[in-house]
C-alpha cells in the first residue's frame, strides 16, 4: 500500500469538507436517539482532548475507555488520539480483577466510564487515585464522577491539525484471555490507517459508493470491531453509524438501522438461525424455499424479519463458522462471506468475497497481504496491519515471527492454488487421545453446531481413549426442557447427530460420548471470552470429576 494521509488527518478532512453530515446515531433510551455529526464530534473530542493536555500527562501516554459500544466511545478514542495519547479499550463485561491488571499493566493515567451494565463491581478494580471521567451514558452510579458534558461546556476546543507520526502507538490492545492473562498488542498509526483504507477501498469496490449504514455492537475493545467498522468508517467518511442500546431492544435497533453492511461472529449467526427455526421448522421452511415464486417472498420475509434485507454484504469472523450454515444465509440470498484475521494483524488479512466464497474456506489475501504455509502446516502473515509488537514483552514478540517478519499465528491450514486459505485447526488445541494420535477439535465442532438444536460445542480427549463432545443445547429448548417427550426427542436427535458427525470422521477423531451440557457457557460464568469464543481449559476444568463416568456409558448422555 502507498502512502496515505494517517487515520486522524482523514477524519480532519471530514471534518472540513461534511461537517453537517450525520457519522453517529446514538439510542438513549425510550425510543430516543440523538444524532452527531462529523462537526460535533469533532467538537467535543477537540474540546476533551484539550481537557486531557491540561492535566500534563506526557505525549503517548495511556489513556483507558471501560465501555460497551455507543458514540462516545469513538469520540473519546479520537479526543485521545488528538490530545497526543494512545488508547487501551478494555471489554466492558471484564470482571474487577482483569479491569486491574491491565489499567496496571499499560500504566494508564486516567479512564473513560462509559456504558456499563456491572461499574458497580468493576470499580473495585480501578487503582486508587486513577483520574476518571464519566461518559454521557455511564451507570447513575457513575454520576460523583467528573461529566464528559460539564468538561467539555467549558473548556475551549483544540484547533488545528493534529500531528501524529505513522510509528507512533495509536492503542493497545487487550486480547480477550481466552489462553491466560491478556496480552497487548501495540497498533501504530501508520497499521491502523492502512487497515481503515483497505477494509473501506475492499467494501466500497463491492457495494459501490452509496451511504453506508452498520449497526456496531460486538465489542470495540475487540480489533474485529475497531478495524472494520470504527477504523474503516473513520477513514471512509462515508459511512453511517449506528449504535444498540441493549439485548432486548437489539432487533429495534438493528431495523431502525437496516444496515447495508453487517458483521458477526458465529455463535450469534447460529441464534439468529436458531430463532428463525423456532417460528418455522427448518423441514418446513426447506421446502417453502424450494417452490420458485414462494421461495422468493419467503427469503425476504425471513431476512426482513432479522433485520438484514438491507445488508448487501455481511461478514463473519474470530472464529470457524460451520460451511452449512454459511450456505443456508446464502439461500436465504444473503451474501454471506467469511473472513480470518487477528489481532496481531488488526483483524487484516483474509476475506472471502463473490469470486473467492467457496464455503469452508476464509478467503483470500487482502489487498497487501502475504501468506505462507510452514512446513508443520502454521500459517504465517505478512500484513500492512501487523502490530508493533506485545507491550511489555519483547521476547515473546520476537518468538512470534520468523526470520523474514512473517507472524506466526499458530493456526493450522492449507492453500488452493487461486488462494483461497482453509483453517484445519489451531496448534495449542491439538491433543491426542489414548490412540497416540493428533486431533483438531475445531473442525469436528463445526460438524456439530450446525445441527439446530445445538447453540455450541466443545471436542476435547486428552489422554482419554477416544474423543469426547460436550454440546450446550439452543437457547429455545433450555426452558423446556422438564418436557419428557422434548428430552427423548433430543436424545434421539443428538444419538443421530453423533452417527452422523462420526461417519465423516477418521477412526482416531471419531468421539466416543456426546455430552449434553447442563447450563450454558455464557461470559458471566467465565466459559466464554468477551468475543464469546469457548475457553477450553476452564470448560475440560469444570468438567473434570465426570469425564470417566462418561466414557464408563458412551453414546448421548446428560450431564
Not at 491426542?432 to 473442525?443: D, E, L, N, Q, S
Amino acid at each position: 500500500m502507498s502512502a496515505q494521509p494517517l487515520i486522524l488527518d482523514q477524519v480532519v478532512d471530514h471534518e472540513a469538507r461534511q461537517p453537517d453530515r450525520v457519522y453517529l446515531t446514538q439510542p438513549v433510551g425510550g425510543g430516543r436517539v440523538v444524532d452527531y455529526t462529523w462537526g460535533q464530534v469533532l467538537d467535543e473530542a477537540r474540546r476533551m482532548a484539550a481537557h486531557l493536555q491540561a492535566q500534563g500527562f506526557e505525549r503517548g501516554a495511556r489513556i483507558a475507555i471501560l465501555s460497551k459500544n455507543c458514540a462516545h466511545f469513538i469520540v473519546a478514542e479520537l479526543a485521545i488520539w488528538i490530545g497526543g495519547y494512545t488508547t487501551v479499550a478494555i471489554f466492558p463485561t471484564e470482571k474487577a480483577d482483569t479491569v486491574r491488571y491491565v489499567l496496571e499493566h499499560s500504566g494508564a493515567r486516567a479512564l473513560f466510564v462509559g456504558k456499563l451494565d456491572t461499574w458497580d463491581e468493576q470499580r473495585g478494580g480501578v487503582p486508587p487515585g486513577l483520574p476518571l471521567i464519566a461518559l454521557p451514558l455511564a451507570p447513575a452510579s457513575a454520576r460523583d464522577l467528573p461529566r464528559w458534558n460539564d468538561i467539555v461546556a467549558k473548556t475551549a476546543p483544540l484547533a488545528g491539525r493534529p500531528a501524529r507520526g505513522a510509528d507512533e502507538l495509536a492503542m493497545i490492545l487487550y486480547t480477550s484471555g481466552s489462553t491466560g492473562t491478556p496480552k497487548g498488542v501495540m497498533t501504530s498509526f501508520g497499521a491502523i490507517t492502512r487497515v481503515g483504507r483497505g477494509i473501506a477501498d475492499d467494501v466500497r469496490s463491492r457495494v459501490g459508493s452509496a451511504e453506508s449504514r452498520m449497526l456496531s455492537y460486538l465489542p470495540l475493545a475487540h480489533s474485529f470491531e475497531r478495524s472494520w467498522v470504527e477504523a474503516a468508517s473513520l477513514v471512509d467518511g462515508g459511512t453511517h453509524l449506528f449504535f444498540a442500546e441493549s439485548l432486548d431492544t437489539f432487533l429495534q435497533d438493528l431495523q431502525r438501522a437496516r444496515p447495508t453492511l453487517f458483521i458477526s461472529v458465529p455463535r450469534l449467526w447460529l441464534k439468529f438461525q436458531q430463532g428463525v427455526f423456532a417460528k418455522m421448522p427448518p423441514a418446513k421452511l426447506d421446502r417453502l424455499l424450494g417452490i420458485p415464486l414462494l421461495g422468493h417472498i419467503v427469503r425476504k420475509k425471513v431476512l426482513k424479519g432479522l433485520g438484514l434485507d438491507a445488508v448487501l454484504q455481511a461478514g463473519s469472523g474470530s472464529a470457524p463458522l460451520p460451511a452449512d450454515l454459511i450456505r443456508w444465509y446464502r439461500r436465504l440470498g444473503l451474501k454471506l462471506f467469511e473472513g480470518y484475521a487477528m489481532s496481531e494483524d488488526n483483524s487484516y488479512s483474509h476475506t472471502s468475497n463473490e469470486e473467492h466464497g467457496e464455503p469452508g474456506w476464509v478467503g483470500v489475501p487482502l489487498p497487501g497481504v502475504e501468506c505462507r504455509i510452514a512446513d508443520d502446516g502454521e500459517i504465517l502473515i505478512k500484513s500492512p496491519g501487523q502490530f508493533s509488537g506485545y507491550y511489555k514483552d519483547p521476547a515473546l514478540t520476537a518468538a512470534s515471527f520468523t526470520e523474514d517478519g512473517f507472524f506466526r499465528t499458530g493456526d493450522l491450514g492449507e492453500r488452493r492454488p487461486d488462494g483461497l486459505l482453509k483453517i484445519t485447526g489451531r496448534k495449542k488445541e491439538l491433543f491426542k487421545t489414548a490412540k497416540g494420535k493428533y486431533v483438531a477439535p475445531a473442525p469436528i465442532e463445526n460438524l456439530i453446531n450446525v445441527h439446530p438444536m445445538v447453540e455450541m460445542s466443545m471436542v476435547s480427549g486428552v489422554g482419554q481413549p477416544a474423543a469426547f463432545a460436550i454440546v450446550v443445547l439452543a437457547e429455545t429448548l433450555r426452558p423446556r426442557l422438564a418436557d419428557e417427550a422434548l428430552r427423548r426427542e433430543v436424545q434421539a436427535e443428538m444419538e443421530a447427530l453423533l452417527a452422523t458427525v462420526n461417519r465423516q470422521l477418521a477412526d482416531h477423531e471419531q468421539l466416543q460420548t456426546l455430552v449434553i451440557a447442563r447450563e450454558a457457557w455464557s461470559i458471566d460464568n467465565g466459559m466464554l471470552t468477551p468475543t464469546m469464543k469457548i475457553r477450553r481449559a476452564r470448560i475440560e476444568a469444570a468438567i473434570g470429576e465426570a469425564i470417566p463416568q462418561w466414557f464408563a456409558r458412551k453414546g448421548v448422555q446428560w450431564h
